[in-house]
């Protein structure tokens, strides 16, 4: 069965800092993997989709990578802003199923 | 920009009662998706649908859950007797044209406390 990590679980930084977010999957068999925000008692609102032949995608200041045969994404941050606070998911598609890792909370201190 | 609604944002039923939990996907979308997310842990799926049937289903979606898409708009996770675990904030989501990778949009969710 995949199981999906993410590390860390809580990160603050102060605004302005770059930051990485890690994701990592066990079963390289994926289809894509999408990141997500969640901010709280809100719904998912998706980031960013890789594909499973892609190395990396970009938005604006959000670059996701995956590395899909060692099982791990990357999501990177630039100058980050306190808007930025939230919850960030990571998910991968197993073909109709998806599994999402438990989050990093983020929190951009002004 | 296109998004998908659920209603409604908050229901409160008896264990043992029957809850319907609706949505509106995006309209030009074809693959559809039940989550949930029980407090403090992760987004859990429940089930996909496509082409009027379901297309994937995990161990959570047992036989007191079911899924219909009863006209073109509306889709709909039925829970047929509720039990205090159910409690929990339900996501709908939607995707894809003809490719069924594309990025998955999801509602606000339901939260659903069962008493």
């Known amino acids: 069965k995949q199981e999906v990590t993410q590390i860390p679980a809580a990160l603050s930084v102060p605004e302005g800092e770059n930051l990485v977010l890690n994701c990592s999957f066990t079963?390289?068999?994926?289809?894509?993997l999408q990141w997500f925000r969640q901010d709280p008692g809100k719904g998912l609102t998706s980031l960013l989709l890789i594909q499973s032949s892609q190395r990396e995608q970009t938005s604006g200041r959000l670059n996701a990578s995956l590395d899909k045969s060692s099982g791990r994404s990357t999501l990177y941050i630039a100058a980050s802003q306190p808007g930025d606070s939230a919850t960030y998911l990571c998910?991968?598609?197993?073909?109709?199923?998806?599994?999402f890792g438990t989050g990093t909370s983020l929190t951009v201190i002004p | 920009e296109p998004e998908v609604t659920q209603t409604p944002s908050h229901q409160v039923t008896q264990m043992g009662q029957e809850v319907i939990l609706r949505c509106v996907p995006i309209?030009?979308?074809?693959?559809f998706y039940w989550y949930r997310q029980i407090l403090g842990q992760k987004v859990e799926f429940l089930v996909s649908?496509?082409?009027?049937?379901?297309?994937?289903k995990s161990e959570i979606f047992d036989d007191q859950f079911s899924v219909e898409r009863p006209d073109g708009s509306n889709f709909t996770l039925k829970i047929r007797s509720t039990k205090l675990e159910d409690s929990a904030m339900y996501f709908c989501?939607?995707?894809?044209?003809?490719?069924?990778?594309?990025?998955?949009?999801f509602g606000d969710g339901t939260r659903l406390s069962i008493l």
């Open positions: 998910a991968v598609n197993t073909g109709n199923q998806f599994y």
């Open positions: 989501a939607s995707s894809g044209t003809l490719e069924f990778w594309q990025p998955q949009h």
């Open positions: 309209s030009n979308h074809l693959y």
């Open positions: 649908f496509y082409n009027n049937e379901i297309s994937e």
């Open positions: 079963d390289s068999a994926i289809y894509n």
